[in-house]
Structures are given as C-alpha cells and as structure tokens.
C-alpha cells in the first residue's frame, strides 16, 4: 500500500481521494505490482492505513469493480481481474500457431461447399449492372429486402416480426451491444446466466450499468433465483442464450422460457435474447423463443456466423416497438449502418434455400465430432450437444485449470478456461470449454482428442512454471 500512500499524500487539494486511490491500484495492476486473482487487502484495513474513510476505499473499490479491473465476491473479498478483453485475448486465441490443435475458438466447421457457394454467389454479384448495396449510404435499418429475408429467417426460428420491427446488424454481438445500450446504462442492473458470453461482460464495462449473475441448472436460468433477484432489486434486463448457452449447450426447455417469460412480463423486465446458435437446433428440437411469448418487452437476436458461415457478419435484431426509433438511432450513431454487400448475400442465401441447406450440413459435421468427443472424453463431459460447437469438461481433481490449458499448449491442443464467462461476483468453475469447429480434418480431431484425455488422466508435475 505504500504506493497508494504515497499517491494519496502527493494529491493536490480539492482532488477526489477516491479517484486518487482508484488511479494508484490501477497503476499496480497495469504494472504487475498486483497479479491477476491476487486479494486486495480488506476495506477497514486499508481505511486505516491510509487515514481515509471507509466509504471512501468502498467507493474505489466499486469503481474498479465496474471498470472490470477487481472483482468482488460475497464473503471472500475483492481480487484482481483483468480486463474481459485482455482475459479473452489469452484464453481464446486470435490468430493461428502452427502445429496448433485449436479448439479455443467457438466456430463451425468450414468446408469446401462453403467456398464454393461463396465464389459462385461473388461470381454473380460481379456480374450484374445494378449494385445498390456497394452504393448505400441511407437505408440505416436494412434494405428493405434484406429485412423481408430477416423477417423469413426469423419465422423458421420460430419468431414473427414485421419488417419495421427488424434491423440488420453487423453480426450477433453488435446486436445484443445495440439492445444493451438502448436500456441500460451506469444506474442499471443487468442479469445474466451465471455462465454467460464474454460479450456481455465486455459490454457491461463499456455501458458501465451493473452485471449480475444468476445461478443455473440443466436447463439454464434458475427460475426461482431470477424471480428473487426481481423482487428485491430494481431489474433494468435479463440477457440469456436458450438455445445451446455458450459455454455450457444448456437448452432450456418451453416450459422453462414461459416461466421467464412470465417473470419478466410481472416485474416489468425487458428480456434480451441471443439465439445465435438457435439454427444449430433442429426444428423438432427447437422451441420457440422467450421473445414469442412477450414481444412487447424482448430483444432478439440471432445471425448467420455460428450456423451458416462464419464470415458472413449479418445480424437479425427485432425490438420491441416502442424502442425500435431509439434502437436504430443508436446503431445510426454506432456503425450507421450493417455493410449492404454481406446483407445482399444472407438474403440471396436466405430466399435461395442455400442457408438452410448450409445449416443442415452443418448439423451433421458438428453430429460427427461431437461423436468422437464422448468416445475420447465422456467421463469428463459436464455437458454437450449433437448440435452445439462447444463441449464443457469438468477439470480432474488433480489438476488446476491453468496449470492443465498450460500443459495441453505444451503438446499443442488449445482449450479455452472458464474465466471469459463468468460475471462479477460468480466462481470460478472446475471446468473448461472445448470447441469442436477447429480447422482440421476429423483424424486430427481425434488425435487432438487423444491428446486431451492423455493430459487428463496424468498427474502435473510438483512445479509448474
């Protein structure tokens, strides 16, 4: 504490002492004098070593719980927590080593009908007079036929919209961020699943509002927690994926989604619905979503990159009416506008029947490697699904998650830990997420398999460095 100390007493009269110590462990963070995870000394400790007030270390500690550089835990303590940006940026690799098994990436499986649908549909683009979507500058919400696409795709997901209530977004992600921001800000509580996408973590930091994690079972968002945390706090939105949660694939059930459903419509909740892997799920297995059941008060959002191609970056986002002016406003102020050309295509692909024909295959690749998946590692499965692009594995007892994503990279196999998804306040699980859409062929998968469960069921060894 000597620097926050001296900090303090180096301050110039008149300026926030808080700020002034929120700016000193900020220093001792970004320059490694206090590591990742490492406790943070208790309030009334630290009141009383640098003669401030306690209300005072609180309102620091809060503001670094909100900027995502401390994490707060009921009954444990405050503790170092890097950026959700920076935890992904090590935990989810963003570019490719060589010799590298990367199953740290949640993507679908890439295959040669997909370059070559891709090719033949620029081939034809290439080739017409008339291209309004590479000279669009004012259709903000969508080209009218690409939100009709939208409006078809959605219906398939068992979700009927009108064009009006429709934007197109450039990918899932800059949907759920256009919803968040059209409702919540810093004097907001948001919820969450307690496992959630890094995305809304991400977001949370940036919009400032309050994140909260809820707890879960089998099939997702506990209902009676939800309900609880509804009746005791003022609950600006609910964010959840009821189709296949990344990293989980939990699946919540129709009678689960009307119980939400219910709840929210009660306390006066908006519920933002991300159903970007929604298209994974078969039609039978499909139910449909939160949002059908209370429109007036949802968000959804799906898009093409987790079913239909991972390039093709276009979002559906339906809003509910009264926030549909605000919503486009923001994206208008956001990105302007989704980019026309990819919004051309998903509509071609749409209206050609070559999306669906896509998502089909797509169902039976991830089918086959989620196979061997169960054959190499199921008595390590926490959960998976035929159609899902993750598998979550519980970590052997003998093994600490870093130390085991640390051995694996030294056999080149790449898993992603559970840190990117988990809210403030949540644990820590005893699990990590393995992705099935690497860009390998099946024999490698297999091998890379092998090789994860080698890792598993070995002891580390007494020093990791």
Known sequence: MHNWKQALGSARQGESKYKTLVQAITADIEQGSLSDGQRLPPQRQVSEALGISVQTVTNAYKELERQGRVRCEVGRGSFVSRRTSERVATSMLDHSEQALL?????????????????QATCGELSTESDQPWIRAFRPIAG?????????????????????????LTNGAAHGIF??????????????CEGL??????????VLGFTLKGLEMDAHGIDPEHFEDMCGNERITALVCTP????????????????EIAEIA??????????????????????????????????????????????GLRIG??????????????????????????LGEIAARWINGGHADELVQMQRQL???RQALVEAELGEHLLRNHAYSLNAWLAVPEHWEPDSLLRELRRKHVALTLPDPFVPPGMPRPRAVRLCVGAECSEAQVQKGLKTIREVFEQYPKIHDF
Request: charged share 20%; hydrophobic share 40%.
């Open 265 to 310: 419509r009660r306390y006066g909740v908006y519920v933002i619905e991300d159903d970007v892997y929604g298209p994974l799920l078969a039609g039978q297995q499909r139910a449909r979503p939160i949002s059908h059941y209370m429109p007036e008060l949802s968000f959804y959002c799906t898009s093409m990159t987790k079913s239909v191609l991972a």
């Open 143 to 167: 080209f009218e036929s690409h939100r009709d696409a939208g409006v078809r795709w959605l219906s398939g997901l068992g979700l009927d919209v009108t064009r009006e209530d429709l934007l």
């Open 316 to 341: 559906y986002l339906a809003m509910p009416k009264r926030l549909a002016l605000r919503t486009e406003s923001i994206l208008r102020v956001n990105s302007w506008m989704a980019t026309p050309l």
């Open 243 to 258: 189709n296949l949660n990344n990293p989980t694939s939990c699946t919540m059930p129709d009678a689960r989604r009307r």
């Open 102 to 118: 990367d199953f740290s990436i949640a993507r679908i499986v890439h295959t040669r009908e997909h370059d070559r649908l891709w």
């Open 178 to 191: 256009l919803a968040l921001a059209s409702l919540a800000g810093p004097d907001d509580v948001v919820l």
């Open 196 to 205: 959630s996408d890094h995305g809304v973590i991400g977001s949370s930091q």
């Open 366 to 368: 991830l089918a086959n």
